[in-house]
């Protein structure tokens, strides 16, 4: 009877892997299709402003000729920054975590599956449920950040995404990557050979610290003299 009800849950769990996998694999499939089919035909690949260059360059215009207003938020220059220091300090408190728990649970999953010790697997697993959760914390407050800089430091918003566009467009590229590997990583217990289990947690840890070299990449520029 037991033999049988575990026969059961492990075919249901193989059918519910293997419907997220085919959701994966569609979504993937769809990006690159839009990606090499779609924006290509729409004139996607070609930057507005090329194709406005002239329109642009001849247009007298009010807010062509002078600089367009920018809504100032009146809460002062130290009501602004603290603003800013608020939310992505409490966001790095996170990100740290989250960078440092992912080599853990990769390290501690081995360790499971090279010993066979439960204790190592509850650990990874207890590990892998709590980085879930700082992650959509972390997420919150990055993404509260990104938008308080925007309103609060428009001109040097511009100018960062102008200078870092490549690392900034990494980063958030790599939520996806990180959001994937990690959901998979943590509903893929017991469901898939221990080598691929393997392959994506240290794949979801390699992302996370890439992701963590691309936005410091940015900090360590504007902090950067001169």
Known sequence: M??????????????????????IIAIVAYLIF??????????GAIPSTTVLEKGLSESTAHYATSGIPVQDVDIGNMGRSAVIAFTMLI?????????????VIAVTALLYFR???MRYKNLARSLTLFTLILFSAGSTFAAGGMMALIALFPDLSMNVFHLYW?????????????IILLFTFWFAWDRIRPGVHLAIGFGYAASVFIQTVTIDTLAAGMLTPG
Request: without cysteine; hydrophobic residues 50%; glycine residues 8%.
């Open 115 to 117: 010993y066979r010790r």
């Open 34 to 43: 839009l990606s090499v089919v779609i924006v290509p035909l729409q004139g």
């Open 2 to 23: 037991v033999a049988r009800e575990t026969k059961v849950a492990e075919e249901e769990s193989g059918r519910r892997l293997s419907l997220i996998s085919a959701v």
């Open 91 to 103: 966001h790095i408190v996170f990100a740290n975590l989250h960078v440092g728990g992912a080599w």
């Open 166 to 178: 490549w690392p900034i467009f990494a980063y958030f590229l790599l939520y996806g990557v990180v």
